[in-house]
């Protein structure tokens, strides 16, 4: 049997995404790709035409196969209430702040009926999404992995509130971006998140406390665990600053204090440190994005 992802045909060809920055823009570039018309969503004009330039640049640098999908359209917006009209599903990708998702599904309450509502969260409760959003059952969870427009992996997390239509609705639109789907119970940092932080975590205190320097601790876990990348760069891919919201909010809804933030991760934040976008780490970067040999933070 293979392992590729079953592609699925969706009953509209638009949706909106809710946010630009390197989730939102991925997800929308994915969505393009597989033929849907895309709205993307900020409130910052400068956000939008950065996003648009590099789903364009993306676009121009690989052209589709000839059995793909025409691409989809791409359109921008700063207003929430006017993207999400005559789609077929929302898709929140704004940082990981449970202030700032609540707000938002609150003003997706107004969306029209049927509309799937989807927040890629990594940690935030589902739940409490759709409590936000007057208890609607179609909120669902979709947390997608960066780069989204290349990780096959999505996890669709149903809370006791999400109907079986907007579960199967997340499920099917997964495949139709050429995902693989798993779905998963609205608990606390679901599968990934609640794993993934705890390794990362360790990976952070053992640099910070000497244990072994961050590349032979990534290479540790590359070679020895098959991993494709270690927990430190990817971290730093990830950003440290969604890194740390991500504990913060896992440790807040868990009550572990396995999640708690390392202080390495804190310093390294509150230096601006953030990680390959903002050219150091845990490593330092170049212009490219590609590692400095011998060169750590």
Do not use: W
């Given at each position: 049997m293979s392992n590729e992802p079953a592609t699925t045909t969706l009953p509209y060809d638009a949706i909106a995404v809710l946010g630009a920055g390197t989730m939102g823009a991925g997800i929308a570039l994915a969505a393009i790709r597989a033929g849907l018309d895309v709205t993307l969503v900020d409130v910052s004009s400068e956000a939008l035409d950065r996003a648009?330039?590099?789903?364009?640049?993306?676009?121009?640098?690989?052209a589709p196969a000839a059995s793909d999908p025409r691409p989809g359209l791409l359109s921008i917006s700063t207003v929430i209430e006017d993207?999400?009209?005559?789609?077929?599903?929302?898709?929140?990708?704004?940082?990981?702040?449970?202030?700032?998702?609540?707000e938002i599904f609150a003003r997706l309450a107004a969306a029209p009926?049927?509309?799937?509502?989807?927040?890629?969260?990594?940690?935030?409760?589902?739940?409490?999404?759709?409590?936000?959003?007057?208890?609607?059952?179609?909120?669902?969870?979709?947390?997608?992995?960066?780069?989204?427009?290349r990780m096959p992996l999505v996890e669709v997390i149903v809370a006791d509130s999400t109907s079986a239509a907007a579960r199967d609705g997340a499920?099917?639109?997964?495949?139709?971006?050429?995902?693989q789907p798993v779905v998963v119970r609205d608990v606390?940092?679901?599968?990934?998140?609640?794993?993934?932080?705890?390794?990362?975590?360790?990976?952070?205190?053992?640099?910070?406390?000497?244990?072994?320097?961050?590349a032979d601790i990534d290479t540790a876990m590359k070679l020895g665990y098959r991993h494709p990348m270690g927990p430190l760069e990817l971290a730093d891919l990830v950003?440290?600053?969604?890194?740390?919201?991500?504990?913060?909010?896992?440790?807040?809804?868990?009550?572990n204090p396995a999640y708690d933030?390392?202080?390495?991760?804190v310093d390294l934040v509150g230096r601006g440190h953030l990680g390959r976008k903002s050219g150091r780490g845990f490593f330092v970067y170049d212009e490219a994005g590609a590692i400095v040999p011998d060169v750590v933070s």
């Open positions: 648009s330039a590099r789903i364009d640049d993306n676009l121009a640098r690989h993207a999400v009209t005559g789609v077929g599903a929302v898709i929140e990708a704004v940082p990981e702040l449970p202030a700032l998702k609540h009926a049927g509309t799937l509502l989807v927040s890629n969260t990594s940690t935030i409760s589902i739940g409490e999404l759709a409590d936000a959003c007057k208890g609607s059952a179609a909120v669902v969870g979709m947390h997608f992995f960066n780069p989204a427009h499920v099917a639109l997964a495949r139709a971006l050429g995902k606390p940092g679901f599968v990934t998140s609640r794993l993934g932080l705890l390794l990362g975590t360790e990976a952070m205190r053992m640099a910070a406390e000497g244990v072994a320097s961050p950003g440290l600053d969604a890194r740390l919201n991500n504990l913060r909010s896992i440790r807040a809804s868990s009550g933030p390392p202080q390495v991760l």
